[in-house]
């Protein structure tokens, strides 16, 4: 043990609870918290109250869906923003794609490139206790993903209806899946080490292993359908037999998704605005969009996503640290919504760029934006309306409410039209990023 780290005392121990005591605010915390829990105790109505649910611009997306036990909240949100294009132009109400149909081929793509990734740093010389592998074998097989790795699945797989391919144990309930997965990626990996000429022959019997195991946990994916729907009027239509990927580019291709950028607010002042930032070893599809992000101030994203939903009347995708400062319940964020320190007498003073650098916030859920309260200048904003994937029984049927400050303080990528950049960001696309390593926060994935 460090000769300077000092344990705690029998003496310092009766000190911290004689301090306690001396404070009857504590004795009256404790009581509270233990019975009803820190976040009723925490609430802050005044707050909650004055936190309403209208909107001057909506473009509400229907029935909000449901990833149940898994991380797809990235494949469910942005395919909720194709499913608005695919109502509009199918004149539909209702309409959902199917979230296992993507989730399927994100994970076999995902498991050829992860297995030619390692085995290239093995050729390379990485030891297999370095920072990077261990970081690699830990990370695989998650849910998890981004905007571009979404498109990368759409563009090369297209989409389908949810009935052609429809939830399943497996789907719904990902862990043990994932573990099996994981198991057979950190086996091969054991095998690449233990006879590097035998690579080549590993990665292709662990892919065929890997799509054995998904397709008897997921269902096999259709190559075609016959596409046949009744529309809001009432209007019968059918479209013969479509791929997937002609019913993608049929049905959504007009609203230019897969030209779509994604923005990131990296409060890090090493990190300049302006300038493209990548993260290494981070993608699904070998050859697909590589995963890099321009970072802007969070400004220019909000400003980007009223004129989606103002100018465009489409959702936007975004990802957030969706845990602080929420009420699930009742579907709300705000900066203020929960007085933690007042409860505990501790300043929690930490800011967007330290939570960061300290590991005390990152991305971890993707939803997309439906609405906005525009003030009266027409150019900011109050209050903002999202459409999240954890179902209708929580929050406004499914529907959150977020403040605007919260929305400066944990929203962190958002995805836009390239045509909304101005000159300068628009070359900035065109300069290579700089790549950041593979466990840095800004590629935490939703």
């Known amino acids: 043990m460090n000769a300077d780290m000092k344990p705690l005392t029998g003496e310092r121990l009766d000190q911290l609870q004689k301090r306690f005591e001396a404070k009857p605010v504590n004795t009256l915390a404790m009581n509270a918290v233990t019975t009803s829990g820190i976040n009723s105790v925490a609430r802050n109505y005044d707050r909650a109250r004055r936190l309403q649910r209208r909107f001057s611009v909506s473009v509400d997306n229907g029935e909000a869906t449901n990833q149940n036990r898994s991380g797809r909240c990235w494949l469910f949100s942005s395919l ?124 292709e019997t662990t892919v065929e292993a890997g799509h054995r195991i998904l397709t008897i946990h997921l269902g096999e994916p259709p190559k075609s359908f016959d596409w046949e729907w009744t529309d809001k009027d009432g209007n019968f239509h059918r479209d013969g037999d479509i791929t997937p990927v002609e019913f993608w580019d049929k049905y959504v291709g007009s609203a230019h998704l897969e030209e779509y950028v994604c923005l990131v607010d990296d409060p890090r002042v090493e990190h300049a605005k302006g300038k493209m930032i990548g993260i290494e070893h981070l993608g699904n599809v070998v050859g697909g969009d590589a995963t890099e992000y321009l970072n802007v101030p969070t400004q220019f994203m909000k400003d980007c996503v009223r004129r989606i939903l103002c100018e465009l009347g489409m959702p936007a995708w975004f990802g957030a640290d969706c845990h602080p400062m929420m009420d699930r319940t009742n579907g709300a964020w705000a900066t203020d919504l929960f007085e933690y320190g007042s409860v505990y007498d501790v300043d929690f003073d930490m800011d967007k760029e330290a939570r960061v650098r300290y590991a005390d916030s990152a991305m971890n859920h993707a939803m997309a934006f439906v609405g906005v309260d525009v003030a009266d200048d027409g150019t900011t904003s109050n209050r903002w309306r999202v459409e999240n994937s954890w179902g209708c029984k929580v929050a406004d049927k499914g529907y959150f409410t977020m403040s605007d400050d919260w929305f400066s303080e944990y929203v962190y990528e958002v995805a836009v039209p390239r045509s909304m950049l101005p000159a300068e960001y628009q070359s900035a696309l065109n300069e290579p990023a700089t790549m950041l390593p593979a466990w840095d926060p800004m590629g935490a994935l939703a």
């Open 80 to 203: 909720n923003v194709a499913r608005f294009e695919a109502k509009k132009n199918l004149n539909l109400d209702s309409f959902e794609f199917s979230q296992n149909y993507a989730m399927y081929w994100d994970k076999l793509e995902r498991i050829n490139y992860f297995l030619r990734d390692v085995a290239a740093l093995i050729l390379a010389g990485e030891p297999a206790d370095s920072q990077l592998m261990l970081h690699l074998l830990s990370d695989v097989m998650g849910d998890g993903g981004q905007w571009t790795m979404a498109m990368n699945v759409y563009k090369k797989y297209g989409a389908v209806p949810k009935d052609f391919f429809p939830e399943t144990a497996s789907s719904t309930n990902t862990g043990e899946m994932n573990t099996q997965l994981r198991r057979l990626l950190h086996t091969a990996v054991a095998h690449m080490y233990a006879d590097p000429s035998a690579i080549d022959d590993v990665v």
